[in-house]
């Protein structure tokens, strides 16, 4: 399956499963102990590795002219604002205590590793050089990459209306309302 991807994507894929399992780990674990802390700090290394990576791997879809980039390059930015505003908020929170900084990292967060799942299912459904799907016209593509993303993207949204955009944000578990 990985035959014939160069190390740099080979890189962005390792990072990202090791993102996919911390954000996980993170939202399984207890808010605001020790582990809770550490793991997350891998989640946004290894974000950060995925993302930078892959800005430097040529357009393989959709280029924006002959620049080397393209649509799916404007994820990169997506994720690091989300990431950069959940950081944002826990910063602020632990200077003022005011609960909707804390829940804007929760939430903020929550999207991100929602856009990571979008980006990763994304790939497998619709990337012929994985070796899972054949290539596709571009009518199938988008018709795939639309519906993976929007019931990634619906998933996200009952997970952060259920359980972090109401509640308490300092209870110690994410899922309990």
């Known amino acids: 399956m990985l035959h014939g991807l160069g190390p740099l994507i080979i890189v ?11 954000g996980a780990i993170v939202f399984a674990l207890p808010k605001g102990t ?3 802390r550490r793991v997350a700090w ?14 430097f791997v040529p357009v393989t879809v959709l280029p924006f002219g002959d620049s080397g980039y393209g649509f799916f390059h404007l ?3 997506v994720g690091f604002v989300s990431s950069t505003l959940g950081i944002f908020g826990l910063y602020k929170w632990r200077r ?3 609960r909707r900084w804390l829940r804007m990292h929760q939430m903020r967060f ?6 990571l799942l979008m980006a990763g299912f994304s790939q497998i459904f619709t990337n012929p050089r994985f070796g899972i799907v054949a ?14 993303n929007v019931a990634v993207l619906a998933a996200a949204m009952y997970v952060v ?3 972090l955009a109401r509640g308490d944000p300092l209870r110690r578990y994410a899922m309990r309302v």
């Open 110 to 115: 929550a999207f991100s590793y929602a856009g």
């Open 135 to 148: 290539e596709m016209a571009p009518a199938a593509f988008w018709i795939v990459f639309v519906g993976t």
């Open 96 to 98: 003022t205590r005011e």
């Open 42 to 55: 891998v989640y946004v290394v290894a974000m950060i590795v995925t993302t930078s990576v892959v800005a």
């Open 161 to 163: 209306q259920r359980y």
């Open 34 to 36: 020790c582990a809770h």
């Open 75 to 77: 994820f990169i930015l």
């Open 12 to 22: 962005h894929i390792a990072s990202a499963l090791v993102a996919i399992a911390a």
